[in-house]
């Protein structure tokens, strides 16, 4: 089977650095994903990690260690847009391909 | 050009109706794949599609969840004798093939009463 947790919410203040942290437990891993949904909206695509190390995106970034199956988001200069639900995804290798198995989300609230 | 769209949006079914749920993929996407989340949950991976044929239908939940995608595009979602537990919101991606990012449409959000 697989487990993913990451934390239920957070609430940061707008300006500040956010640390998301996903851990996984999982066969056949093939690439880990972190998407964020607002209320009510489709999940839009933030970053992509395979290999270990950090990958860097504008004001996101995201990190990825295999052999603790540990991941984190890394979001800076905090906006209210910001402000919604971060779902980490791990990606395996299946019989019939690739497919997604979510964490349940974090929901972050930037505060004045 | 356009992401990946869903029809309809809002759908309210009386128990026991059976309902279809319609995915438009990003033309050229290879990869389509349907989730099912529940309030306050991630995504739950239901079944995918590459081209024309399910590769992996094994998150569906019952045999009255029935998806297909005759000619390797649009692809329909059909729930026979809904239930009240089927009560989510079903999501649609697409991807260039499996091994890209995913696209998500912006879901079908049923609800059985």
């Known amino acids: 089977g697989q487990n993913i947790d990451q934390p239920t919410e957070m609430t940061a203040t707008e300006g500040a650095i956010v640390q998301i942290n996903c851990t996984y437990q999982t066969s056949g891993f093939n690439g880990l994903f972190w998407y964020q949904q607002h209320a009510g909206e489709a999940p839009t695509f933030l970053s992509y990690n395979v290999l270990d190390g950090l990958e860097e995106k504008g004001r996101f970034s995201s990190f990825l260690s295999r052999s603790k199956g540990y991941s984190y988001l890394l979001l800076k200069e905090l906006q209210m847009k910001d402000s919604a639900s971060y779902l980490c995804a791990v990606r395996r290798v299946t019989g019939g391909g690739n497919k997604l198995t979510f964490g349940t989300g974090t929901q972050l609230k930037v505060e004045l | 050009g356009a992401g990946v769209s869903q029809s309809p949006r809002y759908k309210v079914a009386k128990r026991g109706q059976d309902v279809a749920l319609r995915c438009d993929p990003i033309s050229g996407h290879v990869s389509l794949f349907w989730y099912q989340q529940a309030l306050g949950q991630g995504p739950e991976f239901l079944t995918y599609?590459?081209?024309?044929?399910?590769?992996?239908k094994s998150g569906l939940p019952s045999d009255r969840f029935f998806a297909e995608r005759p000619e390797g595009s649009v692809s329909t979602l059909k729930i026979q004798r809904t239930q009240q537990e089927d009560s989510a919101v079903y999501l649609c991606a697409s991807s260039l093939d499996g091994s890209y990012e995913q696209y998500f449409g912006p879901g079908t959000r049923l609800t059985v009463t």
């Open positions: 599609f590459q081209n024309e044929a399910q590769l992996d």
